[in-house]
Nanobody
Framework: QVQLVESGGGLVQAGDSVRLSCTASGLAFSNYGVGWFRQAPGKEREFVSAINRSGSTQYYADSVKGRFTVSRDNDKNTAFLQMNSLKLEDTAVYYC??????????????????WGQGTQVTVSS
């Protein structure tokens, strides 16, 4: 059974930093790209960032470019999202997802077969 478990969310102040982790089990992690998505109340789920299976290529939404950094440790079956200079508009539930390397659609939720349960990040002023 495939499982993705996010951790690291919480309540922070604007300008603070948070690191999210996504630990996978039940799949060959190095065969999967990892995507990070978020969903704020009343809004659709949106792409935040992604990393390819080797970790050599990263992708970012324009809204987080320069503030967020995605990485992964294949030996630990874990991906990370380092979020710096957080803004109020970053408040959302953050999800990690796994996409087999043979599938295209880095920023498309439907391309990802496996999802975590989500972790809340709340940024306050």
């Amino acid at each position: 059974q495939v499982q993705l478990v996010e951790s690291g969310g919480g309540l922070v102040q604007a300008g603070d930093s948070v690191r999210l982790s996504c630990t996978a089990s039940g799949l060959a992690f190095s065969n999967y790209g990892v995507g990070w998505f978020r969903q704020a109340p009343g809004k659709e789920r949106e792409f935040v960032s992604a990393i390819n299976r080797s970790g050599s290529t990263q992708y970012y939404a324009d809204s987080v470019k320069g503030r967020f950094t995605v990485s992964r440790d294949n030996d630990k079956n874990t991906a990370f999202l380092q979020m710096n200079s957080l803004k109020l508009e970053d408040t959302a539930v953050y999800y990690c997802a796994a996409r087999h390397y043979t599938r295209s659609g880095t920023d498309i939720p439907g391309s990802y077969a496996h999802w975590g349960q989500g972790t809340q990040v709340t940024v306050s002023s």
